[in-house]
T-cell receptor
Framework: DAMVIQNPRYQVTQFGKPVTLSCSQT?????MYWYQQKSSQAPKLLFH???????NEADTPDNFQSRRPNTSFCFLDIRSPGLGDAAMYLC??????????FGPGTRLTVL | AQTVTQSQPEMSVQEAETVTLSCTYD???????LFWYKQPPSRQMILVIR??????QNATENRFSVNFQKAAKSFSLKISDSQLGDAAMYFC??????????????FGKGTKLSVKP
């Protein structure tokens, strides 16, 4: 089945230690998104790629970076995780004029 | 800027009964998409139903239907014959039809639905 896959599902890191979360898709969608979701809140968009064009939300901290080496893969890099970065990170994909399909998320714990 | 408001932080329904979740939005655009997403405790966000603003007919997916009132900017979700598996957080979302940031999803704060056996 076509889907959005996120790895790992659970990630534990130490304060200040860089971490990379990955997302892959078999839907061949040209848009990929990264969201941060904290408990009992709506997802907050960090950035998205339209093909290779990177679009950063104005309030996304510089600590968060992203890479999209090809259509299928997208990575979220957190350069120096703080305690406030502990959250669920959701990846989503879409065609331009269509709904978004979400992956299962990666739960990040920062010790 | 577009906004989405879900005024019911929590709702409860008896199994097999019907429940309606409210959503209002604000936009100056005439064409757009509206969605209801479900996020069960396992946390994977799943699309429940979508509505194109240019369509007058309300969308329906099995036990899920919407009441889309474009003039009132209202988009409520009705769940009929509620099941235990319907227990989840439900997010109403808006999406413009144009590309770039205007095409991003704008979420409401969500409604947590509990289903009582």
């Amino acid at each position: 089945d076509a889907m959005v896959i996120q790895n790992p599902r659970y990630q534990v890191t130490q304060f200040g230690k860089p971490v990379t979360l990955s997302c892959s898709q078999t839907l061949n969608h040209n848009v990929m998104y990264w969201y941060q979701q904290k408990s009992s809140q709506a997802p907050k968009l960090l950035f998205h790629y339209y093909d290779k064009d990177f679009n950063n939300e104005a309030d996304t901290p510089d600590n968060f970076q992203s890479r999209r080496p090809n259509t299928s893969f997208c990575f979220l890099d957190i350069r120096s995780p703080g305690l406030g970065d502990a959250a669920m990170y959701l990846c989503a994909t879409s065609r331009v004029d269509n709904e978004q399909f979400f992956g299962p998320g990666t739960r990040l714990t920062v010790l | 800027a577009q906004t989405v408001t879900q005024s019911q932080p929590e709702m409860s329904v008896q199994e097999a009964e019907t429940v309606t979740l409210s959503c209002t939005y604000d936009t100056s655009e005439s064409d757009y998409y509206l969605f209801w997403y479900k996020q069960p405790p396992s946390r994977q966000m799943i699309l429940v139903i979508r509505q194109e603003a240019y369509k007058q007919q309300n969308a329906t997916e099995n036990r899920f239907s919407v009441n889309f009132q474009k003039a009132a900017k209202s988009f409520s979700l009705k769940i009929s014959d509620s099941q235990l598996g319907d227990a989840a957080m439900y997010f109403c979302a808006y999406k413009g039809v144009y590309g770039g940031s205007q095409g991003n999803l704008i979420f409401g704060k969500g409604t947590k639905l509990s289903v009582k056996p």
